[in-house]
Antibody
Framework: EAQLVDSGGGLVQPGGSLTLSCAAS????????MSWVRQAPGKGLEWVAT????????YYVDSVKGRFTISRDNARNSLYLQMNSLRVEDTAVYYC?????????WGQGTLVTVSS | VLTQSPGTLSLSPGERATLSCRAS???????VAWYQQKGGQAPRRLIF???SRATGIPDRFSGSGSGTDFTLTISRLEPEDSGVYYC????????FGQGTKVDLK
């Protein structure tokens, strides 16, 4: 059974940086596109970024372009989200998700709080 | 942009629920999915490719539509169907609708 485990969230000041990780198991990680999705407190889902299986192409929502970087290490079965210049409005639970006919497996989420 | 309606549905068990999702431009790829989310949990995929049910999803859930208008129908609501439902366009870029909350009376 496929499993995704998110980690790395925490409290950070505005302007700070944080790196999220997603550990994958139970499937061939290198064969799948992967994505990050976030959900601000009490709000809906927002797609953040997607990376193709060979990391050759990456896509971002406009609000994080130039500040966030999605990456992957297929040898370690891991997905990452490097977040720089964090803003209060980036506060959310961040989920990694496997992309296969939609997003078929999700991590449990990790909370990022941006506050002074 | 995906716009979902209504914002909230309040129905009784056994009733039929119809959730709408309208796209600002035609989704020619057919890459439309629906998700259910219950409080504090990760979303669960219900439907992909407009109308294909995901593994383990009961047949009371069905998806339909084309072009810019898509629908999730729950034929006979069960108590466990309460939650928030999101439509999604997926591909290289993705977007979610703002969600429809389904309340069971």
């Amino acid at each position: 059974e496929a499993q995704l485990v998110d980690s790395g969230g925490g409290l950070v000041q505005p302007g700070g940086s944080l790196t999220l990780s997603c550990a994958a198991s139970g499937f061939t990680f290198s064969s799948h596109w992967m994505s990050w999705v976030r959900q601000a407190p009490g709000k809906g889902l927002e797609w953040v970024a997607t990376i193709k299986k060979d990391a050759g192409e990456k896509y971002y929502v406009d609000s994080v372009k130039g500040r966030f970087t999605i990456s992957r290490d297929n040898a370690r079965n891991s997905l990452y989200l490097q977040m720089n210049s964090l803003r209060v409005e980036d506060t959310a639970v961040y989920y990694c998700a496997r992309q296969y006919s939609g997003y078929d497996y999700w991590g449990q989420g990790t909370l990022v709080t941006v506050s002074s | 942009v995906l716009t979902q309606s209504p914002g909230t549905l309040s129905l009784s068990p056994g009733e039929r629920a119809t959730l709408s999702c309208r796209a600002s431009e035609s989704v020619s790829s057919g890459y439309v999915a629906w998700y259910q989310q219950k409080g504090g949990q990760a979303p669960r995929r219900l439907i992909f490719g407009i109308s294909s049910r995901a593994t383990g999803i009961p047949d009371r859930f069905s998806g339909s539509g084309s072009g810019t208008d898509f629908t999730l129908t729950i034929s006979r609501l069960e108590p466990e169907d309460s939650g928030v439902y999101y439509c999604q366009f997926y591909g290289s870029l993705a977007t979610f609708g703002q969600g429809t909350k389904v309340d069971l009376k």
